[in-house]
């Protein structure tokens, strides 16, 4: 049972790489039709009464087989070798086949060469830069005229016919590059996106318990002469926030260097819930003279990132707090009401000049960014004078 679910699996797995090798595939197979077809009509053309006029056919019709045959392979090859190289080199050949074919009086046109040269301008004005698609587009004009002219002769038809084929592969060639670059935005888009996210997670993982470090090592100076015993508590208390600080560095960094087994890229979030949140608050306070939690069902199955964002947002609250009113008190709340997880996070003891810096922190953009992407709502502001009130609503049912 085991072999034939992991075959299975095999069959599947390797569906997308057979699909995205189809028009690979597709076009070797076209290729190699008008080579055939090409060369089937050069043998015929061997076929003539008079030995000098047979000579000249034969070389000519040789002559343009092969060079149709050159500039198929640059078409197979492209993408593996440089673009201006490829497009350079397959406009050249063309170029000198026209004029061979010129000298020597020998009208033949070459199917496969055509069409090479409509997918090499299609892949040259996708890829090249700007300056180099205009060259793309201005060289692949002057190499159908010259092959039309040179080969056949003045023709309206086959001239018409010719700048119709070009025009056709230059409008593809600009709707490929403008499908690339529009891929390409929105790529460095994500990149953005994903850079501002690590921000955020590397601010709410060590900016709280660096705080943390910087408070208790001021109690810490200003206890020491006068009591040992709290020296050792708040020397204890840098430690332990040291060291979880370090711990949730380590934690996105292994998230970032290290993949799951089935492929995919690990999670920055480093997991936290609402069990989580006593400890949170004892180490913000540990002796609970200036904190008060009220938290009601710690371990309630919860939606997934409800309870990792209301840790977070409990923690960015706690942090503000220390930062702006280190001397105030501070009433933690986090209850589920209908169907919601409400957070409510006060504290006073705010100066006016720190209650106007606190709204254009980051930590609190990243809250209120976390909280909206759940269907939450967030409100976060001055209450009294000295009061600064985090209330969050988190809706614990699925969003439609």
């Known amino acids: 049972m085991t072999t034939s679910s992991d075959g299975g699996r095999g069959r599947l797995g390797s569906l997308p790489v057979r699909l995205k090798a189809a028009p690979k595939v597709a076009e070797l197979v076209a290729l190699v039709f008008l080579l055939v077809v090409d060369f089937e009509l050069a043998a015929r053309s061997a076929v003539v009464p008079e030995s000098g006029a047979a000579e000249a056919l034969i070389a000519g019709a ?5 060079v149709a045959l050159v500039v198929a392979a640059l078409v197979v090859a492209r993408g593996r070798l440089p673009v201006t190289l490829t497009v350079l080199s397959a406009f050249t050949v063309s170029l000198l086949a026209s004029g061979i074919a010129a000298s020597v009086g020998f009208p033949w046109f070459s199917l496969t060469e055509s069409a090479a040269l409509a997918a090499l301008t299609v892949f040259g004005v ?18 159908a005229l010259a092959l039309t002219l040179l ?26 590059r403008f499908v690339r670059l529009r891929r390409e935005s929105a790529l460095e888009a994500a990149r953005r996106t994903e850079r501002l996210e690590l921000a955020r997670e590397l601010h709410d993982v060590v900016a709280h318990q660096v705080t943390g470090i910087v408070v208790q090592a001021q109690a810490a100076l200003a206890v020491a002469r006068d009591d040992p015993e709290r020296t050792a508590e708040a020397l204890t208390a840098i430690e332990a926030a040291g060291t979880e600080a370090l711990t949730g560095m380590r934690r996105m960094v292994g998230a970032i260097r290290d993949e799951h087994s089935d492929g995919k890229p690990a999670s920055l979030s480093v997991g936290y819930g609402l069990a989580d949140i006593p400890t949170l608050v004892e180490r913000f306070d540990p002796a609970r003279e200036r904190t008060t939690l009220h938290l ?3 371990d309630a199955p919860l939606p997934p990132g409800v309870g990792e964002s209301a840790y977070r947002v409990v923690r960015e609250a706690l942090t ?59 409100r976060a502001g001055a209450g009294t004078s000295d009061t600064w009130t985090v209330a969050v609503s988190l809706p614990l049912e699925t969003q439609r």
């Open 62 to 66: 040789m002559t343009t087989a092969f």
């Open 126 to 143: 996708r890829a090249a830069s700007l300056r180099g698609a205009i060259a793309v587009g201005g060289g692949s004009l002057v190499v």
């Open 151 to 176: 080969r056949i002769g003045v023709d309206e038809t086959a001239i018409l016919l010719a700048i119709l084929v070009w025009g056709c592969a230059v409008i593809g060639g600009v709707a490929a």
């Open 296 to 298: 009601e069902d710690a």
């Open 320 to 378: 503000n707090a220390r930062k702006h009113a280190p001397a105030g008190t501070t009433a933690v709340s986090v209850r589920v009401i209908d169907a919601e997880l409400v957070l409510e996070i006060e504290n006073d003891g705010v100066p006016a000049g720190a209650r106007e810096d606190a709204t254009a922190g980051f930590g609190l953009t990243g809250m209120t960014e976390r909280v909206t992407a759940l269907g939450g709502v967030m």
